[in-house]
């Protein structure tokens, strides 16, 4: 990819100071600068030299950081002190006496009474510290993040096959295949620069792309080779047909299977039952489509993969992901340079949570049902072992079924807005309102924070300093350009307190949490990382500011990081290496340590067989279209930051359904008409998008917007992934009439363009809000 320096200032003349930083409004993590002047950001320009976008950012990278200075900024604490009430503004230390009391009240009826759900968006120093002041001071399992809802799955899809989770290829890689398989992945909106890498390998190499996705999506459009149009909920029917034609057609590579891998004979005989005409089928495509895809993946050694939320967000998810992994396997494309799968992260610091242990993990990917590595982590921490609990963690829908039952009472929310994002969000409303809440957000006008208990007003990016990690395992140093504004204090600094009142001590009576700034946590987390898969032992500061970023291990064997995981093919799957011992695809149930002893591969990856089966909640007569949820390029989650970029929002102010041309007419729904959508769970509102992006019988809402009948996830439902827990996000029942006949507004019109192929130039290429420069360097 040419390097380039894109620059967005809101300034004329230069600003007073550029600080090192990233991006973190994908999970790309480009490298920028941020620009500084009279202590206010000011703008952002490209790092040229960084190795992940070499100077590019798309269009949320270079507007986003006008969130920073929202007037809706929490520069305060406020508490609620009764139910109906409002808040109020209070002093932090009356906010944190309010805190330890309720916090303390409901420890007093079990640690189990408590939960905590945090953020993608935090550093790796923030989400160790919070870890370890929940799993080491509290010892409670109720601990999860928004990272439940994008990348989840790619954690449990790793460990089914390698025995740990971390991305097995790199971006490095992406240089250099001449296939890549995206499957489930709208790259060219999800993550914009990562798309104008791969269009740039495809144009060096001669490469082809193929694209897995119920819509034709501008990945299809600016890039596909070959799409795949397959049926929500068929993920697996479709790779079970792409193995079983690998193996009837000769291209599994027998001798790496045998050295390398078991389970095959099993794989064989299960993919035996998915021929191509019963997978055509099933997913509604062409077998002369999956035949091409077959061969391509078939006879092209450097092939990398990516899986990303058309995958992930479905009950199916950690089977169909695991399978990618196995299609790499059975080939042999993995391990060396242009070859791998990659299961990617959707936030910033998703990979951060994972690696830390504030979310379903525990730090540096240790198993909880490990002795070996629980002990480890308790001399580590100083903590008695014989009194420590490990104890697997929930994740947020089983935290939110049990706080619907009464079994929890307090819920820590911390960097997210649970009110939006979570699915069946009328139901998930009426669950938070049970709770004590407390709210830990940069913003105070975040939907969340109006059934808050207790507000704390958080820093955000630009105004702290710590390393976040990005889905390739490169760690980005982003470091403070600003002050806060108001009492708005760090993450960091707020789990440093907390700790601190609870009173949480290792066993020699010192402080669980014994450091205050960033750079000693991350000392800290180098020795606890030390020797796991994701070792940072050797990393600092200064070497990431060096390289611009580093890609974990990185320890004595690899000084300057290391490009793609299992060059040795050795998978960690011994029995006290692995992080877990897995689970049943189907059924979620886990195997025991004894189940694990009698089939250890002893450094060996699985290949694991599953049947496709069908979704559950089917279209019926009532709902007879089956809903999609989605991004859009111009936002990020539920819009508290890229929401209050004119440059962005002017683009994707308000909803739309995305339905197909034939459904539309039988309806009598017009571009621009007002359309509501109903389900079992609420109602939507929004306008028309006629537009053949969608199968007919399927149409797709973006998710971002709002609380309410904006809010897509008013039909969407907490079935999940029975191991990742991921929830099903992309396929729902519902039905779709016209409200009122409207005209197409400006925007509508414009997105049109870019959905239906007429703009198909990549958006991280695109000159949009006046102010951006981009200079090409050769």
Known sequence: MQPRIDTNLGIEGEPDAWVHSACILCSNGCGLDIAVKDGRIVGVRGAVDHPVSFGHLGPKGEHGWVANNSKRRGTTPMIRRTKGAPLQPASWAEAMDFFTERFNAAWQQGHENLACYNSGQLTIEEFYTL???????????????????????????????????????????????????????????????????????????????????????????????????????????????????????????????????????????????????????????????????????????????????????????????????????????????????????????AMCNREAGAGGSYPGYRNPHSEVQMRDLCECWNLDFDKFHPEVPKDILLMMEAAERGEIEFMWVIGTNPLVSLPDQNRTERILRRLFLVVQDPFVDAETVDLADIYFPAAMWGEKTGCVTNADRSVNLLLKAVDPPGEARSDLDIFVEVAGRLGFKDRDGTPLI???????????????????????????????????????????????????????????????????????????????????????????????????????????????????????VY??????????????????????????????????????????????????????????????????????????????????????????????????????RRLSFGQPEPWLLARRAELDGTSIEPYAAREFGGTVNREVRR
């Not at 890498?197 to 999506?217: F, H, S, W, Y």
């Not at 571009?671 to 389900?679: C, K, N, R």
């Not at 897509?712 to 519902?734: C, E, F």
């Open 131 to 349: 870890g370890k002041l929940w799993r080491g001071g509290l010892q409670s399992s109720n601990i999860d993040g928004n990272t439940r809802l994008c990348t989840a799955t790619s954690a449990t899809g790793l460990m089914a096959n390698f025995g740990v989770d971390g991305p097995v290829a790199s971006y490095v890689d992406v240089d250099q295949a001449d296939l890549l398989c995206l499957y489930g992945h709208n790259v060219a909106e999800a993550q914009t620069v990562l798309w104008e890498r791969m269009l740039a390998a495809k144009k060096e190499r001669g490469g082809r792309i193929i694209v897995a996705d119920p819509r034709r999506t501008p990945t299809v459009r600016q890039g596909a080779d070959l799409h795949l149009q397959l049926r929500a909920g068929t993920n697996v029917a479709l790779m079970n047909g792409i193995i079983h034609l690998l193996i009837a057609r000769g291209w599994a590579d027998r001798k790496f299977i045998a050295r390398y891998t078991v389970g095959f004979e099993s794989l064989d005989a299960v993919t035996r039952e998915y021929p191509l005409e019963r997978v055509a089928e099933i997913c509604g495509i062409p077998r002369r489509d999956l035949e091409t895809a077959a061969e391509w993946i078939g006879t092209t050694p450097h092939m990398v993969s990516t899986v990303l939320q058309g995958f992930y967000q479905s009950v199916e998810a950690t089977a169909s992901s695991s399978l990618v992994n196995t299609v790499h396997l059975l080939t042999g494309a993995i391990g060396k340079p242009g070859a791998g799968p990659l299961l990617m992260a959707g936030q910033p610091a």
């Open 514 to 632: 014994p450091f205050k700034k960033s750079e000693d946590a991350f000392e800290e987390w180098r020795k606890i990382s030390k020797g796991r898969p994701c070792d940072y032992s050797g990393m600092t500061y200064d070497l990431i500011l060096q390289m611009g970023a580093v890609r974990w291990p990185c320890n004595e064997q690899h000084p300057r990081g290391c490009e793609r995981l299992y060059e040795d093919r050795k998978f960690f799957t011994g029995i006290d290496e692995c992080e877990s011992y897995g689970a049943d695809f189907l059924t979620g149930n886990k195997n025991t340590r004894g189940d694990y002893e009698r089939i250890d591969p002893k450094g060996k990856a699985f290949l694991r067989p599953v049947h496709w089966r069908r979704q559950p909640n089917p279209p019926s007569d009532e709902y007879p279209f089956v809903l999609n949820t989605g991004r859009v």
């Open 635 to 736: 936002h990020f989650h539920t819009r508290t930051k890229t929401g209050r970029s004119a440059a962005l929002n002017e683009r994707a102010p308000h909803p739309y359904v995305e339905i197909h041309p034939d459904d539309a007419a039988r309806l009598e729904i017009g571009l621009g008409d007002l359309v509501e959508i109903t389900s079992p769970n609420g109602r939507w509102e929004g306008v028309a998008m006629v537009v053949d992006t969608v199968r007919p019988g399927e149409v797709f809402v973006p998710f971002h917007y709002g609380h309410g009948s904006q809010s897509a996830n008013q039909h969407t439902w907490y079935a999940r992934d029975p191991i990742s827990h991921q929830p099903q996000l992309k396929s729902s029942p519902v039905s779709v």
